[in-house]
């Protein structure tokens, strides 16, 4: 697997940790919650580190870290999507990121621009000018 540092959310522990230390799940749930003293997500059952967007770090659900389950093999698994559920507004700062992403992920070519306008506006309304233009910049200078 590449570097996955600029791939992944600032919440994720892709950002410290390598692949196979950490859980991918399927989306953000109650039982992995952000822990701001480690900087990600952790389970609260298992206590591992957990990814919770697949889209973004390019691997399937799995529990790497907790069950020992064995790696994809690069080539061996179709990298995942964004979900009509990962196109919903989220309410945690901390998922803006792996939003705008998957707005831009699923938008048609021809409605690209139309859709980062709407989907700014949206995020404006809810987290406030400064924390939509730092993710703007840093989900664009990687997704375009």
Do not use: K
Request: aromatic share 6%; charged share 30%; glycine share 6%.
């Amino acid at each position: 697997m590449t570097d996955l540092r600029d791939a992944t959310c600032v919440a994720c522990p892709a950002q410290a940790l390598a692949v196979g230390a950490f859980d991918v799940t399927d989306r953000p749930r109650q039982d992995t919650r952000y822990d701001p003293g480690l900087g990600w997500r952790v389970h609260r059952v298992t206590g591992a580190p957990t990814c919770v967007h697949p889209y973004r770090v390019g691997m399937p659900p799995g529990r790497y870290a907790s069950a020992g389950e064995p790696l994809p093999s690069p080539g061996d698994h179709e990298r995942p999507v964004p979900t009509d559920e990962d196109l919903v507004l989220p309410d945690d700062v901390t998922l803006l990121e792996a939003w705008l992403i998957a707005t831009v992920r699923r938008a048609p070519a021809n409605e690209l621009a139309r859709t980062l306008r709407r989907a700014e506006e949206r995020a404006a309304a809810r987290f406030g000018d400064r924390d939509v233009l730092t993710a703007l910049r840093r989900v664009l200078s990687y997704e375009l």
